[in-house]
Each structure stands twice: as structure tokens, then as C-alpha cells.
């Protein structure tokens, strides 16, 4: 393996390396790997340790079937210990891009080709192109986050740390739509909600959730699971609304935090006033006509997901099978 490049991210309070390489020997040469680095206890205490071996074991599971494996969810390859107490998994290398990254470049060639203005050759159709090819995009990447989600679900694990940087894909190209697979990875708070598993107590990386199922009424293990189920619905929730504006909006407009204080606490979870208030700005319409697509079918399932009972949210095929989801709206 060839050390290539090295990137630090954080999960939790926990801080990890990530390595590009290639493997060199073996079946599995030339194959390219992307190495997750968690730190030894004595760097990072028992939570790092704890994250790993999570992350190890779920993937472990949900890859145990060779016959089912969902495309929509990042391949480990195998993970091994240093003498330092470092855990190191090994993943497929699959694309080094993520959801985030992709909002983050899109909305930048938004602005650069606006700052052009009258310079650049202003042609209406390539607008509506470039317009219709975002939203193609957008929806395909939403749609293979939502088949990896599925994929969890109906194999019993929740994921619980869905987000724009937790979404890997092989292009951020909006052309190359058509070959676009996206991958959910960072499973190291995901959860197993077998009922086997539950009764025999919750893990310490699920408290904050199972503390937050009691608070909103769910005390059984049917209710916890679903609770769960539902929990993630809604990340999914707040993912797909990132989805619908940043990339759609100039850079420095909007961005996750500053979304999800406006759904939360300015307009409460209201989506139809969330939507009057966009539509008075005018650097976030486009978002809005993404949304409003198929008679406002982006809206509709942005609340259904958003919704603040968890009793009411869609499971994630429901979300799957949403016209808005399955492109019928395009």
C-alpha cells in the first residue's frame, strides 16, 4: 500500500486519519483503498476503540450475504490493529468525493457563472439544460442514499450519522448522472435494532438516542425500533432539503447549519411558510422550483420526513416510492 493522501475528519469527539493507497499483492491487487484510521486508546480513550469495532461489526453484517449486498453502501475490505492500538479498516475506494462536496462545488460554478454575467454567452436553452441536469443529478444521489438507507433498515441497523459528508460518490460531474453511485459510509454510531439485540440492554454509543426515544414516548422495544427507524428519516430528511438548496443556490447563501435553524427554529418544522419566505428571496427560487416540481411534490415529501410526530414519517421505502423520488416528476 502507497501512502497517497492523507486527510483528518471527525466522528463524534473522535478525530481520524483517512489514507488513499493501492493494494500491491494478493487477489485483490490493484485494487484502490481508502484506509480509516481510528487512534489507540491512549490518543483517543475507549470511545475510539468502541467507534471501530462498531463500524467493523455492522458492516460485517450487512455484508455477510454475498448474494445481497447493496451497491448503495461502502465496501470494507478487512481492518487490522497496530501495535500503537490503532484500528485500521479498509475500504473499497469508491470515489473521493462526498454529497457535501458536490453542493459545495456546484453552487461555486453558480456564482462564478453569474459574477460573469453579460460576458458570458447567455443562452436560455443551455440554462434549462444545466438546470435540468442538476436536478437529475440531485434526485439520483438522494434516491442511491435513500437505497442505502432502505438496504439498513430492512437489515435491521440504523445508521445515525446520515449527512452531506457521510454520502460518498464516484463523480461530481452533473453530465455523468447516468453513472452515478452514490455510497452511505461513517457507520461507527450505527445501531442494531434486532429485538434480540435490544432487550439485552442499549449499547453506550446508542444512549443519546434511546434517551431521546423516552423523551418523545417510545418505551417498548417495538416502539424504540420504530422510533429509531424514524430518527434516521429524518437525517434523511434534513439531507434531502441540503440537496434541494445549496447546490442550487450562489456559494455562502445558504449551508447546513443555517438550513437547519430556519426548518427547525424559524419556521418550526412549517414547510408550507418556509416556502413563502423563499419565494420572497430571490437567490433561493431556484431551490423552490426544484421543490415545487410535479405540483409541489418536493415540499410534500420534505414534511412527510420532516414531520414532527416520528409515529408519522415515511419508512424509507415509502420515501423510495414518492413521485418526487422516483424522477416521475422530471
Not at 104 to 117: D, I, R
Not at 159 to 173: A, D, E, K, R
Given at each position: 500500500?502507497g501512502?497517497?493522501?492523507?486527510q ?7 478525530k ?7 493494494i ?6 490493484g ?7 481510528y ?30 449486498i ?19 479498516l ?23 457563472n ?8 447567455w443562452?436560455?436553452?443551455d440554462q434549462?439544460l ?40 464516484n ?8 453513472y ?78 443555517s438550513?437547519?435553524?430556519l426548518?427547525?427554529?424559524?419556521f418550526?418544522l ?61
Amino acid at each position: 500500500m502507497g501512502r497517497l493522501r492523507v486527510q483528518d475528519v471527525g466522528e463524534g469527539n473522535v478525530k481520524i486519519r483517512l489514507y488513499e493507497g493501492i493494494i500491491t499483492q494478493g487477489p485483490l491487487r490493484g485494487t484502490p483503498v481508502i484506509f480509516k484510521v481510528y487512534p489507540g486508546q491512549r490518543a483517543a480513550g475507549i470511545e475510539a476503540d468502541m467507534m471501530a469495532a462498531n463500524e467493523l461489526n455492522a458492516h460485517a453484517f450487512l455484508q455477510s450475504n454475498a448474494k445481497d449486498i447493496s451497491q448503495n453502501l461502502q465496501m470494507l475490505l478487512g481492518g487490522f490493529e497496530t501495535k500503537t492500538g490503532e484500528q485500521w479498516l479498509a475500504f473499497r475506494n469508491d470515489g473521493k468525493y462526498s454529497a457535501a462536496d458536490y453542493a459545495k462545488v456546484s453552487s461555486e460554478k453558480l456564482s462564478k457563472n453569474n459574477a460573469l454575467g453579460e460576458q458570458k454567452s447567455w443562452n436560455p436553452f443551455d440554462q434549462e439544460l444545466t438546470i435540468k441536469r442538476k436536478r437529475e443529478f440531485v434526485i439520483k444521489l438522494l434516491r442511491g442514499a435513500m437505497s442505502g438507507l432502505a438496504y439498513m433498515h430492512d437489515h435491521d441497523r440504523l445508521h445515525q450519522s446520515l449527512g452531506p459528508s457521510s454520502v460518498v460518490l464516484n463523480t461530481i460531474m452533473e453530465r455523468d448522472a447516468a453513472y452515478l453511485v452514490p455510497r452511505l459510509r461513517d457507520l461507527a454510531f450505527s445501531v442494531d435494532i434486532r429485538f434480540s439485540n435490544m432487550e439485552n440492554g442499549p449499547g453506550t454509543l446508542a444512549n443519546g438516542l434511546w434517551r431521546r426515544a423516552s423523551a418523545a414516548g417510545a418505551f417498548t422495544p417495538m416502539e424504540k425500533r420504530a422510533f429509531g427507524i424514524s430518527d434516521d428519516i429524518y437525517e434523511a430528511g434534513l439531507l434531502f432539503a441540503y440537496l434541494a438548496f445549496v447546490p442550487f443556490c450562489e456559494a455562502g447563501i445558504m449551508d447546513s447549519l443555517s438550513l437547519q435553524r430556519l426548518l427547525e427554529s424559524t419556521f418550526r418544522l412549517d414547510l408550507k411558510a418556509m416556502r413563502e419566505y423563499c419565494l420572497a428571496d430571490d437567490s433561493l427560487l431556484e431551490a423552490v422550483r426544484f421543490l415545487d416540481l410535479g405540483d409541489g411534490a418536493g415540499w410534500e415529501l420534505l414534511q412527510a420526513m420532516l414531520d414532527p410526530d416520528f409515529r408519522k414519517r415515511p419508512i424509507a421505502d415509502a420515501v423510495l416510492n414518492h413521485r418526487f423520488m422516483t424522477g416521475a416528476v422530471l
